[in-house]
């Protein structure tokens, strides 16, 4: 059999392909971050200036903020070097600007990012996105909401740490990537045991991006489908497998009948 290992994961991909659709999805996911991160960082920039020339004009006096930052225009510049120059490597009409985000969107674009999946460096394109955007999403005045997901198995020292929603995440300290999927699933099982108060244990699956809503867990225990431990002095406690579970449970019951619905709907129009 021929064909080409997918350069992030290595699933085979017929001739001339480097990138699974998977993997394409990562990228992809990188491409759309350039517009969050790259937008936050201009606002920041544009809001220090203004704040300096406030400070200067009140005397001279030398400002203890610096006018503008230059380690985040270095970042800013990487991101550039990287769009453009693996840009300039997509056999298509190019954009003219050299702003990420127009090369960003330009890249997204269903056509470009075909002739994209057909070039071996396709993958490194990825990595090197989510390189260059780490440190400018940090730098940034609020940037994106981050999962800790617990310390590097390595014993470096460092935490797992990921973007939300990010199929990627790298450790603090040694840089070591990691499946957040995977990383997430195996935090739950080796939280199997725990028992807690409700509230507890939904803030600890919420921490894992699992969203119990308060409300249904407190429904679900007043159902019996969640069986409290009762300590001597009344306090219930409850197992965080069992609230995981039944929140899988109903998650995929809820999506299950809205499928159904969707389809009656769909009848009722045809037979109308
Ligand atoms: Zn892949
Ligand atoms: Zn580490």
């Not at 993997?23 to 300096?52: H, K, M």
């Not at 269903?110 to 394109?125: F, G, H, N, S, V």
């Not at 909401?145 to 450790?171: F, N």
């Amino acid at each position: 059999m021929s064909g080409t290992p997918c350069a992030g994961c290595g699933a085979m991909l017929a001739t001339g392909w480097f990138i699974c659709h998977e993997c394409t999805l990562d990228l992809e996911f990188q491409l759309r971050r350039v517009f969050d991160v790259y937008g936050t960082v201009l606002a920041t920039l544009q809001r220090r200036d203004v704040g300096t020339k406030a400070v200067g004009s009140n005397g001279g006096k030398a400002s203890s903020v610096e006018p503008v930052n230059i380690s985040v225009l270095d970042h800013v510049m990487t991101l550039q070097a990287v769009l453009t120059g693996w840009g300039a490597q997509i056999p298509t009409v190019r954009p003219t600007s050299r702003e990420p985000h127009t090369i960003a969107a330009w890249m997204l674009r269903p056509e470009t990012m075909a002739l994209i999946r057909r070039q071996t460096w396709a993958y490194d394109l990825a990595l090197e996105l989510s390189d260059a955007l780490h440190p400018l999403a940090l730098a940034s005045d609020h940037s994106q909401e981050r999962v800790d997901l617990g310390p590097c198995p390595s014993g470096c020292g460092g935490h797992l740490k990921a973007v939300a929603d990010a199929r990627w995440g790298q450790c603090t300290e040694c840089r070591e990537r990691f499946d957040t999927a995977e990383q997430k699933q195996w935090m739950i099982s080796e939280a199997w045991h725990v028992t807690a108060p409700l509230p507890q244990i939904v803030r600890a699956l919420h921490s894992l991006q699992v969203f119990v809503a308060p409300k249904d867990a407190e429904n679900w225990a007043s159902r019996r489908k969640l069986i409290a431990c009762i300590a001597d002095n009344g306090a219930k406690t409850y197992q965080l497998k069992q609230v995981y579970t039944v929140h899988q449970a109903m998650t995929s019951k809820r999506a299950a009948t809205k499928e159904r619905a969707a389809a009656r709907a769909a009848l009722k129009k045809e037979t109308a």
